[in-house]
């Protein structure tokens, strides 16, 4: 099955304690983002790539990290989390930069105490 | 930059009814793409409907149609036959069409749908 798949799916942590969401999607992609959802903001990018070593930052991405050494994965790197990065945050990915929409992962719903 | 503007936060309607979803956006660029996605409580993203700027026939998938009137930079969504399914989190989004530039989607508020049985 064609899917993005992000674990973990709920995470609490404590501030300033290193994670990593991972992303991984089984379409051969070239083009991954990152987005975070808080409410009434929407979704709004952090992080995108448009290859294998090829990222970029999007509108929010203070306090994150990114790298993409594979064309499948993605991950996302919280290097000392703090309360502000509490929200839902979800890995698309797109073979055609988007023109056909995206394919979203299930999100993964992250706490920072 | 481009904004997206859901101004209705929530809507409620009657199983099998007709509902329209309501979006403006702001941009400079003449070619762009402009989606509507859904989020029901499983929090899933999935992708109702698409629309390509420079066609201007409105896109439609089933129960699902747009009025894209590029002018007045307006995007609404029409959802017919209403089912207990369609409640969810609506929102629209835009995407400029810029070859070798951060395809980003650019996301309104949302809009929360209830389908009342």
């Known amino acids: 099955e064609a899917q993005v798949t992000q674990n973990p799916r709920y995470l609490i942590t404590v501030t300033g304690k290193k994670l990593t969401v991972t992303c991984s999607q089984n379409m051969n992609h070239e083009y991954m983002s990152w987005y975070r959802q808080d409410p009434g903001l929407g979704l709004r990018q952090i992080y995108y790539s448009m290859n294998v070593e090829v990222t970029d930052k999007g509108d929010v991405p203070e306090g994150y990290k990114v790298s993409r050494k594979e064309k499948r994965n993605f991950p996302l790197i919280l290097e000392s989390p703090s309360p502000n990065q509490t929200s839902l945050y979800f890995c698309?990915?797109?073979?055609?930069?988007?023109?056909?929409?995206?394919?979203f992962g299930s999100g993964t719903r992250l706490t920072v105490v | 930059a481009q904004t997206v503007t859901q101004s209705q936060p929530e809507m409620s309607v009657q199983e099998a009814e007709t509902v329209t979803l309501s979006c403006t956006y702001d941009t400079s660029e003449n070619n762009y793409y402009l989606f509507w996605y859904k989020q029901p409580p499983s929090r899933q993203m999935i992708l109702v409907i698409r629309?390509?700027?420079?066609?201007?026939q409105n896109a439609t998938e089933n129960r699902f149609s747009v009025n894209f009137q590029k002018a007045a930079k307006s995007f609404s969504l029409k959802i017919s036959d209403s089912q207990l399914g369609d409640t969810a989190m609506y929102f629209c989004a835009f995407m400029k069409h810029s070859a070798g530039a951060n395809s980003k989607l650019t996301f309104g508020k949302g809009i929360t749908l209830s389908v009342r049985p």
């Open positions: 629309q390509e700027a420079y066609k201007q």
């Open positions: 698309a990915s797109s073979p055609d930069r988007g023109r056909y929409g995206y394919t």
